[in-house]
């Protein structure tokens, strides 16, 4: 059974990633059942606010035996003429609400805090026309009126405020030919106002509840369905681990015999060539192995050290693949420039070796490779690159991928796994590496590091 390990960086990631798509949706989803929740209850608090005050006006009409606009036909035809009080909103509403209405919000209507309507008749020179002088003065809504003594059909429906600041539903009715010029009822919205704010608070709270419900679930489901996967990874790098150890025995025996034989070999000896290819694949191999290695302990972020100078650092580096590569030169654009970092210099190098290593290989000797620094104020930027074949479109978006192998027409196939780890060092560095066509012609790497 394996020993429980840190999980690594890219599965947290996944689950992270995971988990804030399905909140991000969940919250879209809720925002917008919200809004057409609330639109829609607005709307149907309007209605019913409507029907009332078309009734109140209706009743009024037909008491006064006035004709009735068109507008009010078909309260004329729902009402009983002949009915002394007045219907419940809801009795009112009845005949223009969606046969589905819920039976909870046409409750809503009947409720205690459901406030009575009131009427105010007005003159030819729009002042109240008070029939009981007992009853207290309403105001009259000016704008109102004006606008049903405008309007085609003389009647004006509008949401105002009064000088307390609440919130009125009125219907003003013209009649030009009638003493009685104006007929103006409103109902206040208070009631209306205070469930709106209830409800918006009730959906509010579920929706921040289901959002964290959401959340715990994603996190819990995304790690379930995630756990396969990191165990395959788990076995796969100590498959890897304990293969590139064994392996590591035998290797080193081949090559410490091959590099004695070789010894006492004369430099004519047919022998001689067959014994040099042996060191060198014996070479290839070991590398492959470290490299092996490299991948399968690197799963951490790499801490930051205290700011040096990278440029001393990146000439012995270039001293060394120049050793490694005789005839070969890497043109060093940005010899004086000093750059301070605080990115570790090994992982700094170690990138920047596989990255000369790929272009000597990849390259023909008459080819040029240079190394330029960008010095920015939020980053330094580090370009290698070669005037060699470049790489074919085709292979530009794999190139950093695990074991994916090409030739740049030099006859070399690599073991694919050099720009795979320069990308795992740069991410666990929070950097960046990527490719970009050299112009005119050939390949350029360039590795960003964020100040």
Wanted: proline residues 7%.
């Amino acid at each position: 059974m394996l020993k429980s390990l840190r999980k690594p960086s890219m599965f947290r990631s996944l689950r992270f990633r995971m988990t804030v798509l399905n909140a991000s949706t969940t919250v879209l989803l809720i925002a917008f059942l919200r809004i057409m929740t609330i639109t829609w209850l607005t709307d149907t608090f309007i209605q019913s606010a409507d029907a009332v005050l078309y009734q109140r006006l209706s009743t009024e009409l037909v008491q006064r035996t006035l004709p009735l606009p068109s507008r009010l036909t078909n309260y004329h035809n729902y009402l009983n003429v002949n009915h002394a009080g007045y219907l419940s909103e809801i009795e009112a509403l009845q005949p223009f609400l969606p046969a589905n209405t819920p039976t909870f919000l046409t409750s809503m209507f009947t409720s205690p805090l459901t406030v009575g309507t009131y009427t105010v008749i007005a003159n030819s020179d729009g002042l109240p026309i008070r029939e009981n002088p007992d009853e207290p003065a309403i105001p009259l809504n000016n704008e109102s009126m004006q606008a049903a003594a405008a309007s085609p059909e003389h009647i004006d429906v509008r949401s105002i405020k009064d000088q307390q600041g609440r919130d009125i539903r009125v219907v003003s009715l013209h009649m030009p030919d009638n003493p009685i010029r104006y007929i103006q009822v409103g109902r206040p919205m208070a009631d209306y106002v205070s469930l709106e704010r209830q409800l918006r608070f009730i959906l509010l709270y579920v929706g921040f509840i289901g959002i964290i419900f959401v959340i715990l679930a994603s996190w819990i489901l995304s790690g379930y369905f995630v756990a396969p996967s990191e165990r395959a990874y788990e076995l796969q790098k100590r498959f890897i681990t304990n293969a590139s150890h064994e392996l590591r025995t035998p290797v080193s025996i081949v090559r410490a015999s091959a590099q004695l034989a070789l010894q006492d070999v004369p430099t004519d000896h047919p022998n001689a060539d067959l014994l040099r290819t042996i060191v060198a694949e014996n070479k290839h191999m070991t590398n492959m192995i470290d490299n092996l290695l490299t991948i399968a302990r690197t799963e951490q972020r790499i801490p930051s050290v205290d700011a040096y100078d990278l440029m001393p650092h990146m000439h012995e580096t270039v001293k060394t693949v120049e050793r490694g590569a005789p005839g070969r030169t890497v043109h060093m654009l940005c010899a004086q420039v000093t750059i301070m970092s605080t990115y570790d210099p090994h992982y700094v190098n170690h990138i920047i070796r596989i990255l000369l290593d790929n272009a000597i290989a990849h390259t023909p000797a008459t080819a040029e490779i240079a190394i330029n620094c960008v010095v920015a104020p939020d980053s330094i930027e580090i370009h290698i690159s070669d005037t060699g074949p470049g790489v074919p479109p085709e292979h530009i978006d794999s190139i950093f991928e695990p074991f994916v192998t090409y030739s740049r027409g030099t006859g070399h196939r690599g073991s694919g796994i050099g720009l795979n780890i320069a990308r795992t060092f740069a991410r666990a560095m929070n950097a960046q590496l990527r490719y970009r066509s050299n112009t005119p012609h050939g390949a350029c790497f360039v590795l960003e590091l964020p100040v």
